[in-house]
């Protein structure tokens, strides 16, 4: 534990430099203001700043991608209290209570609410990192090519069923992701698949364009195809956090870190999940049931605290299993390749004080949304009210700029314009983004450890249910499909209830 508290305080040391605290600054305000605008989320903006910081040394990057993340997350409750639009889909939890107590003229105070749940969430999910983290990645250890094959269908499987309204839309776009991540040359022979012909495809399709085309260039078309909307703010008062709201809530906050965290932890479910399963908590557990909805600052802590913890522990399977936690992350692990770190099984061996320097980078984005959401409300509800059509070709520039300078390649432009285009397509069709992006970013593991798997048992399959770890996740993932049949769930629902009955009139 002291390794561990040295090692945080060595990684803040290295970060406390005037450059280093600009940069944090600088990303956590732009982080803030892309959350704010609703639209533009936080995959997006990472997606944009991974393109920006390709020149910068590899910790300075890290720290600004970092900070944007988590300024982002934070950022979106502004126009989900002010607007009742949520600024990111993390926040849309956040507009039940937030604009409810706004429209109480208490926008202020529920906006210090925001603050201090998003202040404490995040540092609830530093310290599960920081602790965590070298638990699991000695665990990850003893991850063969089976058990990764396994772990990458359980992430597909439950970003699809977690991430949307139907989970067969969810699975469909998640297998669309995987087909994406099949084209171009296969990692073992060098083999073209699906390139039909075409050179540039035999490189595959890079992440970050895909990402920016999906999450920047589709919303930059949906803006396009809406009519204009007319906001309209109502008037607050002060947005200093009241320490009573945290102390007559400390339960609410705790319980919502832990479900935000471990939440983060599930590959691929994302800051939305976390925010909707700890309001739904903080109600269940409430003594103001009746409050919910109508501006409970109880359920507003849940939401703002939930979804924030779950930055850090989305980052938490992105260190040690080299699996994503939510679509920001996806991203934030294409950057950290790009940047020469290999995140995975071997980083507590090979790179152990990078996981403290990712809590201290955690610290930093905290510490950046506490003077921002105490000092800079007026601007944000200035930018606010910034037409959309005036933003908008800002951020097609960047994402065809952003495209383009990862690797020099026309090509990128053109997969961003076309993955835009489908991004807008499956919005419209209500297909959820998640699923596909987490099915491209594990594609390649999938690949890789199914063939990997099948050449070491010599084409025996029984390996991949043999071995217990491989096993506990195909059981999972088996149980995940069955509960979204009705009549496997109606069956399971019956056994249990059969296998409870004893206890039950004991």
């Given at each position: 534990?002291?390794?561990?508290?040295?090692?945080?305080?060595?990684?803040?040391?290295?970060?406390?430099?005037?450059?280093?605290?600009?940069?944090?600054?600088?990303?956590?305000?732009?982080?803030?203001?892309?959350?704010?605008?609703?639209?533009?989320?936080?995959?997006?903006?990472?997606?944009?700043?991974?393109?920006?910081?390709?020149?910068?040394?590899?910790?300075?990057?890290?720290?600004?991608?970092?900070?944007?993340?988590?300024?982002?997350?934070?950022?979106?409750?502004?126009?989900?209290?002010?607007?009742?639009?949520?600024?990111?889909?993390?926040?849309?939890?956040?507009?039940?209570?937030?604009?409810?107590?706004?429209?109480?003229?208490?926008?202020?105070?529920?906006?210090?609410?925001?603050?201090?749940?998003?202040?404490?969430?995040?540092?609830?999910?530093?310290?599960?990192?920081?602790?965590?983290?070298?638990?699991?990645?000695?665990?990850?250890?003893?991850?063969?090519?089976?058990?990764?094959?396994?772990?990458?269908?359980?992430?597909?499987?439950?970003?699809?069923?977690?991430?949307?309204?139907?989970?067969?839309?969810?699975?469909?776009?998640?297998?669309?992701?995987?087909?994406?991540?099949?084209?171009?040359?296969?990692?073992?022979?060098?083999?073209?698949?699906?390139?039909f012909g075409v050179h540039d495809l035999s490189g595959g399709i890079a992440l970050i364009p895909a990402l920016v085309g999906v999450f920047g260039f589709a919303e930059v078309l949906?803006?396009?195809?809406?009519?204009?909307?007319?906001?309209?703010?109502?008037?607050?008062?002060?947005?200093?956090?009241?320490?009573?709201?945290?102390?007559?809530?400390?339960?609410?906050?705790?319980?919502?870190?832990?479900?935000?965290?471990?939440?983060?932890?599930?590959?691929?479910?994302?800051?939305?999940?976390?925010?909707?399963?700890?309001?739904?908590?903080?109600?269940?557990?409430?003594?103001?049931?009746?409050?919910?909805?109508?501006?409970?600052?109880?359920?507003?802590?849940?939401?703002?605290?939930?979804?924030n913890a779950c930055v850090p522990g989305a980052v938490i399977p992105v260190l040690t299993l080299a699996v994503p936690g939510s679509a920001p992350a996806a991203v934030l692990l294409?950057?950290?390749?790009?940047?020469?770190?290999?995140?995975?099984?071997?980083?507590?061996?090979?790179?152990?004080?990078?996981?403290?320097?990712?809590?201290?980078?955690?610290?930093?984005?905290?510490?950046?949304?506490?003077?921002?959401?105490?000092?800079?409300?007026?601007?944000?509800?200035?930018?606010?009210?910034?037409?959309?059509?005036?933003?908008?070709?800002?951020?097609?520039?960047?994402?065809?700029?952003?495209?383009?300078?990862?690797?020099?390649?026309?090509?990128?432009?053109?997969?961003?314009?076309?993955?835009?285009?489908?991004?807008?397509?499956?919005?419209?069709?209500?297909?959820?983004?998640?699923?596909?992006?987490?099915?491209?970013?594990?594609?390649?593991?999938?690949?890789?450890?199914?063939?990997?798997?099948?050449?070491?048992?010599?084409?025996?399959?029984?390996?991949?249910?043999?071995?217990?770890?491989?096993?506990?996740?195909?059981?999972?993932?088996?149980?995940?499909?069955?509960?979204?049949?009705?009549?496997?769930?109606?069956?399971?629902?019956?056994?249990?209830?059969?296998?409870?009955?004893?206890?039950?009139?004991?």
């Amino acid at each position: 534990m002291f390794d561990g508290l040295f090692g945080f305080a060595h990684s803040i040391w290295n970060f406390a430099s005037p450059e280093t605290i600009f940069y944090a600054l600088c990303a956590s305000l732009i982080g803030l203001i892309i959350g704010a605008l609703p639209g533009l989320t936080a995959t997006m903006g990472v997606a944009l700043m991974t393109t920006l910081t390709l020149k910068l040394p590899s910790d300075q990057a890290l720290l600004i991608l970092i900070c944007t993340y988590v300024g982002s997350i934070y950022g979106g409750s502004r126009s989900a209290i002010l607007l009742n639009i949520p600024g990111t889909p993390a926040s849309a939890a956040s507009c039940l209570d937030g604009h409810a107590l706004a429209k109480q003229g208490l926008a202020g105070r529920a906006m210090g609410i925001a603050t201090s749940g998003s202040i404490l969430g995040t540092w609830i999910g530093m310290f599960f990192l920081a602790l965590f983290t070298p638990i699991l990645g000695e665990m990850a250890l003893k991850f063969g090519a089976y058990e990764f094959f396994w772990l990458a269908v359980f992430g597909v499987v439950i970003s699809g069923n977690l991430t949307g309204t139907d989970p067969l839309k969810g699975w469909i776009a998640g297998f669309i992701g995987l087909f994406i991540a099949a084209i171009g040359q296969e990692g073992m022979y060098a083999y073209d698949r699906f390139t039909f012909g075409v050179h540039d495809l035999s490189g595959g399709i890079a992440l970050i364009p895909a990402l920016v085309g999906v999450f920047g260039f589709a919303e930059v078309l949906n803006v396009m195809k809406d009519k204009p909307q007319k906001f309209i703010i109502n008037t607050y008062d002060t947005v200093v956090p009241k320490i009573k709201d945290v102390v007559q809530y400390w339960r609410t906050i705790i319980r919502s870190g832990l479900i935000g965290t471990f939440i983060g932890i599930v590959p691929g479910v994302g800051e939305d999940v976390a925010a909707w399963s700890s309001y739904a908590a903080a109600r269940r557990a409430s003594k103001e049931k009746e409050k919910f909805g109508k501006g409970s600052v109880e359920g507003l802590m849940a939401a703002e605290t939930g979804d924030n913890a779950c930055v850090p522990g989305a980052v938490i399977p992105v260190l040690t299993l080299a699996v994503p936690g939510s679509a920001p992350a996806a991203v934030l692990l294409a950057a950290m390749l790009i940047h020469g770190v290999r995140p995975g099984p071997m980083i507590m061996v090979e790179n152990p004080t990078f996981v403290y320097d990712v809590v201290a980078m955690m610290l930093f984005a905290s510490i950046g949304i506490l003077i921002y959401g105490l000092t800079l409300t007026k601007l944000l509800v200035k930018i606010l009210l910034v037409p959309r059509a005036l933003v908008m070709p800002v951020i097609f520039v960047l994402c065809t700029v952003g495209s383009y300078a990862i690797a020099a390649r026309p090509f990128d432009i053109l997969v961003m314009l076309v993955f835009g285009i489908v991004g807008l397509v499956m919005r419209g069709l209500n297909y959820p983004m998640a699923p596909l992006v987490l099915g491209i970013v594990l594609g390649d593991l999938l690949d890789k450890s199914l063939r990997r798997g099948l050449s070491l048992s010599d084409g025996d399959l029984t390996p991949f249910f043999g071995r217990p770890i491989a096993f506990v996740i195909f059981l999972l993932v088996l149980f995940t499909i069955l509960m979204n049949v009705p009549v496997a769930r109606r069956v399971l629902g019956q056994g249990t209830a059969l296998l409870l009955r004893p206890f039950r009139r004991a």
